[in-house]
């Protein structure tokens, strides 16, 4: 019961127009993320990461990040999760693997400071991939959407889960549509718990073109299954 209540407005230090501040957001605790797709008036869209703590009644921001590889075009935290002391930032427009190919940056909470831990890259990544378009966290693994991957014919999209083991982040299986076909843009959207990944394919012809579908996998002992 109840009812909701304003709590508080979040607004980014330092602010620049047009800075889209918003477009991603994440929360776990004390903790909240909030993504920017940076200053388009100067058409660099290289991105921008907010951390706000609750503090002393109210939220505080305490840190922002931009991508230590900043390029034009990068989309750093057009997508964003966290849990616990780790945190994803998605980088889709990355380019070092190909434009667009895509990365993941990872977070760690240390000695109550988020700080930079590692960059994730698709590890079949070319061109056009746009890994990291949306990211999931759950405890010691993490999903990573890529909608345009080609392995299942132009754009059918793919998906990657990583795995944690100690203090590194490790890839552990790439997940595709069972019947992918062309433009079905499998990996647009991703969401994880401990036993299942869920990821959204609305490009998926199921009632007609790009009339959509969602895909669930269950992990076994065997690795993900569909």
Known sequence: ????????????????????FGISVAIDGDHAFVGSRGDIDTERQ???????????GS?????????????????????VDVEGDWAAVGAHGDSEKGRDAGAVYIYELRNETWGFHSRLLPPEGKAADYFGFDVSLFRDRLLV?????DQNEIRGGAA???RRSG???K???????????????FGHSVA???THAVIGSHGYPSLGRFSGAVFVFRRTSKGWRH
């Open 1 to 20: 019961g109840g009812a909701w209540k304003q709590e508080g407005k979040l607004t980014p230090r330092p602010s620049i127009s047009s800075d889209q």
């Open 46 to 56: 290289s991105g921008r990461l907010f951390i706000f703590r609750w503090l002393d």
């Open 59 to 79: 939220w505080t921001q305490t840190r922002w990040y931009r991508s230590s590889h900043s390029d034009t075009d990068d989309a750093y935290a057009r997508s």
């Open 145 to 149: 959407g890529a909608f345009g991957d």
């Open 160 to 162: 990657y889960v990583f």
């Open 167 to 169: 203090d590194e982040w």
């Open 171 to 185: 890839f552990e299986q790439k997940l595709l549509a069972p019947d992918g076909g062309r433009h079905q843009l």
């Open 192 to 194: 994880l718990t401990e």
